[in-house]
């Protein structure tokens, strides 16, 4: 394989729809037996068997364990541990432990480490301080992890491994020598050795940029002294996912050579990895490190977890959990809410109704020293089990039953915003013009159908669409032409589709489109864009959207709108914009195209929604659940497993519930009306 062959990597199909490829469902949690004595671990596989554990992960951090000089390897500690564990029932997944480089590699090769945008090298010290790019470093990921995949491919209890610890969470964007020379190695393959369609694809008349040879080309590096090129700091982007992308590749091509039968994951998600790209076709099913305590108001929690986990399950399909929160979560300047009695378990169930198939809890028992000792795990410092550790008892083996019955399901969704894509979220990184983010307007319009009961997911335009009635595409400015055509497939065959401002006004190399907005999809919509303008300070200069007999102020950004093959739906209000049209509507097939020449904050999706739900003929997905009780389906052809999880304060009553078996109680359940306590769920198969 040449070395920029990126089609010789990963090659899985992924969809939302796609089951995670494991034939168990895996419980457990991240486990360090390095950071205790004999006399704590002890009682560890006994109490994590009662737990209902099949599995740990282990030894992310331990290189300097594992290799504590160059090429002597040692590895009779997690030798014994493994063993001891898998006597007791519970599986290892370990990890290529190059997230922790020691410090024999990065004292002895400084050239490794990895240099900010300052020109600031990185030191020994924390974790991620080597650059993906760097030959001695990727030479010593290769040699121990090839050391490991040799040592344990016989090892029975040794289920799979995670590739590295979450691939550039705390660094991503590195500028070291490596990363000069891999760049223009990377533009030189991308650019078919010719410098003349780099300067065309980047524009580079502009402030005299022209390059006459790929190796002047530099790293973008902000600020220096002004703003730098978009079109090259996308493909600076994409460089970085392409390098994170080889550099798993490397170490899944060695552990796959050893041992077919192991799966392989990595944990996500952080900035700059495609993990719709490469990064995840090469890996049997993707990871995603869930932490909803992140987020300090409780009130949005469920809403915002659930946009999360549909956005992940977009990416991949589904997908595993390896590390989920445990307990509150410290670090040195901050410390979460401490997850109340039973929240954990709520959350637990949210996850798996949305397409997680394995969980393990973040981290079985808290450390007492490190940057990370106050990351609150099951057990606390003193080893003692509490009241953590019995929620546990109860979750593990409640999963025993649900988790065997979710696997191979997929997730119901009838109604779905796009909620990412590398190209497009990057492009507009580089170009933000003080705008929202496209996934925040994504987040808005999930949240209005999630809090009215549909079945609402997220999925990528390339992916597939049937099933969906209502499609929700927000403010992407980078958009990939050859989606249309699928998106037209959708509507005529029934679909309505729905199209935010500013969408396809960027090319595929992150250049304005020459062509009239919205650019590729200006046939589709029927609309064309006559003129546009941002809303700095609405109060003074006030705009609002007339619909029906509503006045919708608008805040953000407006379009006036050309009907070219379309009706209006809105128009807009206020000063020179006033009885202009501000959303189109198109009648398609037996579908609708509607274009909304403005961003599509709360206060509009709150009149919208009923009128879209109504024009797509959206359902509730279980019309008696009342409200904050979400309602998800899993199904494979005539199963059908439902879930409920009470998100309100107190307890509250689903009037009508699914004839089936209550998968936690074991009883028959006869239909009626089931109560939730705060924090309470039910599971169901129908049937
Ligand atoms: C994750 C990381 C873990 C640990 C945890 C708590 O991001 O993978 O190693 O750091 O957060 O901070």
Redesign the pocket.
Known sequence: MSDYDLKALGNAKISHLRPAKTDRFWFGA?YYPEHWDEKTREKDPERMAAAGFNIVRMA??AWDMIEPREGEFEVSFFDQMIERLGKKGIMTMLCTPT?APPRWLTVGFPKVVRVNDNGVPMCHGSRQHCCHNNEMFRKFSWIITQKMAEHYKDNPYVAGWQTD??IN?HFSECHCESCQKEFQKFLRWKYEGDISLLNKAWGTAFWALTYVAFDDIETPKRSKPTYVNPACELDYFRFVAFSVARFQHEQVEILRNAQPKWFITH?GIMRLVDYRGLFTKDLDFLGY?R?PMFDNDHQNRDAGGAYQLDHVRSLSGNFMIP?HQAGP?G?MPYFHDNPEPGEIRNMTYSSVARGCDSILY??WRTCRFGA?EY?CGILDHDNIPRRRYREFVQIGNEMKKVGKEVLGTSVFIDCAVASGDFDSGYAHATYPLGLPDPGWMGGVAHKMLYNSGYAVGCVHPEDDLSGLKLYIIPNWPLFNPEWVPSLEKFVKGGGTLVISARTASKDMDNNVVPETLPGCLRRLAGVSVEEYGKLNRPEQRPFALKFKDKKLKSEIWYEILNLEDASVMAKWSGRHLDGKPAISFRKLGKGNVIYAGTYLTENILKVLIPELAKIAGLKPVWPSAPGGVETVLRFNGKKKIWFFMNHNDGKVTVKKTPAGENLITGAKNSGKAITLERYGVAVIREG
């Open positions: 991240p992310e951090f997230a610890n979450e969470c944990n490190d932490y590390e979560g670090q973040f981290r990370e990351w």
